[in-house]
């Protein structure tokens, strides 16, 4: 049996996670009106500025802001160490905002400057976070599979900012790091598998028993999940020195092709592993009362699979509209719909945890499904649902109407999103 | 993990124990001899390598509360209290935070002096710092590996 003791200093102010959950909508909805005005030109090619600065406003806008202010929560919570200088949270949540809206309209319009300002705002924002972040996981009393896994996220967040500011810099006046297909296989290999699929997996060890009662799995494959994930991370950055010292000499190809499948541990890892593992272990909960967030999770599982399809007929096939589907099923498919769902989950949580907890048997306490009513998650979920398959149909026919109206259904999702964490977050105890 | 918070007594409320042997007779006397070795408000967790369902009708005969689960293939967790105990608080079918609810609300019943022991699906970080916050003793051990012990004790 493993002694500890741990530390039980307060979780952060509710304050700190909840502005980068109300914030991570906004992007999305700005995500959404791209597409509404841009039409069928943004889910053509993903190296057209426009769709570059539109799958930035989901990655950081959206999914990177959700999980940086989760982070806060979970280093204090679930690893069991607070993050020191907690008030530097605002301003990561400041710059961060600043930086992404900056970056992501510098590309749009390709402004140099504006791009170059908002990757340096970006870098300290970055820097910020891993500081007081990774001291707080560094001083982790233990190593299981979520403090493994949660540190391993951490490291790839800033591999995958440090890439991709690299890369930023062509868009801001200076030249690109190297062969451009490389950095961006390598930046979104990191990025996916390193960061959030790592994150994912990690989490979801705690989650779905705590809040489904599923059954834990076994701890030799959550290992076996958290390491080839990571492993698929690190073989393209490895690949990304190797290119940039011309250790293979001018073979881009040759290094393409090993980057590739250096992440092949990873996309089975993250995207066959850990969906096989969680699906089995939630068809095993101790209740089978099924409600909206667990459909977010059992969609965004299933989706896996047919992301890791998909990724590979399109780094087979090299058809750009391949390329595009496969961004639109990982980023709104497989994180979007387990991102939505969680925040629908644990922002409930959050609130009952802070604002009700401590009166549990002074008053009469509502509990936390009285919180928020799971018509309304559902609601969300159908709109979530909805824009996927629009955005698939709208990817594969290039019709510029189904574009139009994907963008649509992504602002009624933010909208949704945004409605039900406000009505959440407007619950007191009546005095 | 195990912790605790206590500010007066100084010794485990949530004690673990492993039989391996796997003759039933010899397991049964072991766990007899363990339960009356221990003290009162405590909690025994004994792994063993066989169903104990068989010899539950004994422990209660003793006026035990005892419960036993299996927790993998071949491997059975048998809970057991002295004689007269409050019995232990199984919450293991509730989705957090009902869990913690209903301990701080069973707590916030406890009599200086008194205590309860609850078993939880997680273990239950945020509970042990509102029983921290509230000046309750407490005591929580995860128990294997998937769920958690809790003692709570109103400080006499």
């Known amino acids: 049996m493993v002694t500890a003791k741990l530390s039980l200093r307060d979780a952060p102010p509710i304050e700190i996670p909840v502005s980068f959950f109300l914030t991570a909508p906004l992007f999305l909805a700005a995500a959404g009106v791209v597409v509404l005005f841009g039409g069928a030109d943004v889910l053509a090619n993903r190296w057209m500025p ?25 280093v204090a ?68 599979e979520t403090v493994f896994g949660i540190r391993a996220a951490v490291a790839f967040f800033f591999l995958t900012a440090a890439a991709g500011i690299w890369m930023s ?12 297909v490389l950095w961006s296989q390598a930046h979104f290999c990191i990025a996916l598998l390193g960061w959030v699929g790592g994150l994912i997996a990690a989490i979801s060890w705690q989650v779905l028993p705590m809040f489904y009662l599923a059954p834990h799995a076994p701890s030799s494959l959550k290992w076996t999940v958290q390491i080839l ?63 909206g967030s667990l459909l977010f999770w059992q969609a965004g599982l299933a989706m896996a699979p047919l992301t890791a399809l998909t990724a590979v007929i399109a780094w087979s096939t ?46 009469n306490v509502p509990s936390v499904k009285k919180l928020h009513p799971d018509a309304l998650t559902r609601f969300g979920f159908s709109l979530h649902l909805g824009s996927l398959l629009l955005g698939v149909a709208a990817i594969l026919t290039a019709s510029d109407l189904l574009c ?15 409605f039900l964490l406000l009505r959440v977050l407007q619950q007191r105890p009546i005095s | 993990m195990q ?39 405590c909690v025994l967790e004994i792994e063993l390598g066989f169903d104990p369902s068989g010899f539950l009708d004994d422990l209660a005969e003793h006026g035990a509360p005892a419960r036993s689960r299996k927790i993998a293939r071949r491997r059975w967790l048998l809970s057991l209290q002295p004689p007269g ?72």
């Open chain 1, 50 to 74: 426009i769709t570059l600065a539109t799958a930035h406003l989901g990655t950081l806008g959206f999914i990177s802001m959700v999980m940086l202010g989760a982070m806060y929560q979970m």
């Open chain 1, 77 to 144: 919570v679930v690893v069991g160490h607070p993050v020191p200088w907690l008030r530097s949270a605002h301003a990561v949540h400041v710059l961060f905002s600043l930086s992404v809206a900056g970056f992501c309209w510098g590309i749009a319009k390709t402004e140099p400057a504006v791009v170059f300002a908002a990757i340096a705002v970006l870098a300290s924002a970055v820097i910020l976070f891993i500081v007081p972040v990774g001291i707080a996981l560094f001083k982790a009393h233990s190593l299981d």
């Open chain 1, 169 to 180: 810099l062509g868009f801001s006046g200076m030249g690109f790091p190297g062969s451009r």
């Open chain 1, 229 to 291: 994930a990571a492993m698929g991370a690190i073989g393209p950055a490895i690949l990304l020195g190797v290119d940039c010292f011309d250790l293979l000499g001018e073979r881009p190809q040759l290094v393409e092709s090993l980057a590739a499948a250096a992440a092949v541990p990873g996309i089975f890892a993250v995207w066959l592993l850990h969906p096989s593992v969680s699906a089995w272990s939630l068809s095993k909960r101790r209740r089978k009362r099924v409600d």
């Open chain 1, 318 to 363: 090299d058809t750009p509209r391949l390329g595009v589907l496969f961004g639109w099923l990982a980023l709104w498919g497989w994180v979007g719909m387990i991102m939505h769902g969680m925040l629908t989950r644990i922002v409930p949580f959050l609130v009952w945890l802070h604002r009700f907890a401590p009166l549990v048997g002074k008053i």
């Open chain 1, 404 to 418: 139009r109206l994907t963008g649509l259904s992504l602002i009624a999702t933010a909208a949704s999103i945004a």
């Open chain 2, 3 to 41: 912790a605790d918070g206590r500010t007066g007594s100084d010794f485990e409320k949530i004690r673990h124990a492993r039989v391996d042997s796997d003759a039933p007779e010899a397991a049964r006397a072991s766990v007899v001899a363990q339960l009356q070795a221990l003290p009162a408000g």
């Open chain 2, 85 to 156: 105990e409050r019995e232990l608080i199984d919450l293991c079918d509730l989705e957090a935070p009902l869990p913690m609810q209903r301990i701080l609300e069973a707590a916030a019943e406890l009599e200086p002096g008194e205590a309860l022991i609850a078993r939880t699906p997680c273990f239950p970080n945020p509970l042990l710092a509102q029983l921290d916050h509230r000046g309750f003793d407490w005591e929580a051990a995860e128990s294997d590996g998937a769920s958690a012990l809790v003692w709570v004790g109103r400080p006499g």
